[in-house]
């Protein structure tokens, strides 16, 4: 609650004024690159140069790339003086070049376009009016369609603190959402986290605001198997942890925590899995079912009626 309200009075305070004499661009778009590759990475500095929305700046963090991306970057900040360029000469991980980036940004809106994916002409200006057009909206995001298999990436329209016990519902190449509330709230990326720094993210922004995802596609997304997310076992293990945060968020109530979590398990000698408790039903050993849940009574072998739950 505490959040709410410092959003709300925070908004307007540190954007829309000059800097240094200059006019504060409308639109900070950020951009981590490591070691993108150039036929990947033009494309996507182009498609932000191109938007039909106009006043924006275009912050790019090259994060001690060994490719030749800075050069790349260089070539387009002599060509469009809308650029700003960091230039990290050793790779500092995403967590902190993410929070470079935000540090760095004067826009009163922020987006994020990564060095491999590519906006659509008109996404910058479809964003900037609806958060206009809704105040009480601090983050706002769009479909996605991946690049090469042309699947669309949806996310919930409308996701609450408790949808992301689930997963991360906010696609974070997707977003635009306002400056002054994440600041006001002190939110930044956590350095120490590798890959899912984005989930734990706007996990801790759903706390405090509201989220709203469009169905429009405005942005391409590029699958690669050599990313970050792509079958990594820390990956999997930060999501856990995530998770219990949320969950330590949401409640201390035993009975009520138990219903949340997906499973939990009771050993012996402190090492022996004996039974695997999910919400309906009771595993012996992990793969036998032991009990259904069935109304009010759970059912040996998913027959027997043999315990009654409590009202």
Same mark, same amino acid.
């Given at each position: 609650?505490?959040?709410?309200?410092?959003?709300? !009075?925070?908004?307007?305070?540190?954007?829309?004024?000059?800097?240094?004499?200059?006019?504060?661009?409308?639109?900070?778009?950020?951009?981590?690159?490591? /070691?993108?590759?150039?036929?990947?990475?033009?494309?996507?500095?182009?498609?932000?140069?191109?938007?039909?929305?106009?006043?924006?700046?275009?912050?790019?963090?090259?994060?001690?790339?060994?490719?030749?991306?800075?050069?790349?970057?260089?070539?387009?900040?002599?060509?469009?003086?809308?650029?700003?360029?960091? /230039? /990290?000469?050793?790779?500092?991980?995403?967590?902190?070049?993410?929070?470079?980036?935000?540090?760095?940004?004067?826009?009163?809106?922020?987006?994020?376009?990564?060095?491999?994916?590519?906006?659509?002409?008109?996404?910058?200006?479809?964003?900037?009016?609806?958060?206009?057009?809704?105040?009480?909206?601090?983050?706002?995001?769009?479909?996605?369609?991946?690049?090469?298999? /042309?699947? #669309?990436?949806?996310?919930?329209?409308?996701?609450?603190?408790?949808? *992301?016990?689930?997963?991360?519902? #906010?696609?974070?190449?997707?977003?635009? *959402?306002?400056?002054?509330?994440?600041?006001?709230?002190?939110?930044?990326?956590?350095?120490?986290?590798?890959?899912?720094?984005?989930?734990?993210?706007?996990?801790?922004? $759903?706390?405090? !605001?509201?989220?709203?995802?469009?169905?429009?596609?405005?942005?391409?997304?590029?699958?690669?198997?050599?990313?970050?997310?792509?079958?990594?076992?820390?990956?999997?293990?930060?999501?856990?942890?995530?998770?219990?945060?949320?969950?330590?968020?949401?409640?201390?109530?035993?009975?009520?925590?138990? *219903?949340? $979590? @997906?499973?939990?398990?009771?050993?012996? !000698?402190?090492?022996? @899995?004996?039974?695997?408790?999910?919400?309906?039903?009771?595993?012996?050993?992990?793969?036998?079912?032991? *009990?259904?849940?069935?109304?009010?009574?759970?059912?040996?072998?998913?027959?027997? @009626?043999?315990?009654?739950?409590?009202?």
């Amino acid at each position: 609650m505490l959040c709410v309200f410092a959003g709300a !009075f925070c908004v307007g305070v540190v954007c829309g004024v000059t800097h240094m004499g200059m006019a504060m661009p409308r639109v900070s778009v950020l951009m981590p690159v490591y /070691n993108t590759d150039e036929e990947f990475l033009r494309p996507a500095i182009e498609s932000i140069l191109g938007q039909t929305y106009q006043d924006f700046e275009l912050v790019i963090l090259n994060d001690g790339s060994t490719n030749n991306a800075a050069s790349v970057i260089h070539e387009y900040v002599i060509r469009d003086n809308r650029i700003r360029f960091i /230039n /990290n000469p050793n790779n500092r991980g995403v967590g902190v070049g993410r929070n470079v980036l935000l540090d760095a940004a004067c826009g009163e809106f922020i987006a994020y376009n990564d060095s491999d994916d590519i906006s659509y002409p008109h996404r910058l200006e479809t964003q900037v009016k609806f958060l206009d057009s809704n105040p009480d909206i601090t983050v706002v995001g769009c479909a996605m369609k991946t690049i090469p298999s /042309n699947r #669309v990436i949806t996310c919930p329209p409308n996701p609450k603190i408790l949808d *992301f016990y689930i997963a991360n519902m #906010v696609a974070n190449p997707s977003v635009m *959402f306002r400056r002054a509330d994440i600041n006001c709230a002190n939110i930044r990326y956590n350095p120490e986290y590798t890959t899912a720094e984005d989930y734990d993210f706007w996990a801790r922004v $759903a706390r405090c !605001f509201n989220i709203q995802n469009l169905s429009d596609v405005l942005v391409m997304y590029r699958e690669q198997e050599t990313s970050l997310s792509h079958n990594n076992p820390q990956m999997f293990h930060n999501n856990r942890i995530i998770q219990s945060k949320i969950l330590d968020y949401l409640t201390d109530c035993p009975q009520l925590r138990l *219903f949340l $979590a @997906p499973s939990h398990r009771v050993y012996v !000698f402190g090492f022996l @899995p004996v039974l695997k408790i999910k919400r309906t039903r009771i595993y012996l050993f992990d793969v036998l079912p032991l *009990f259904k849940l069935r109304g009010k009574w759970w059912c040996l072998f998913d027959v027997i @009626p043999m315990y009654k739950r409590g009202k």
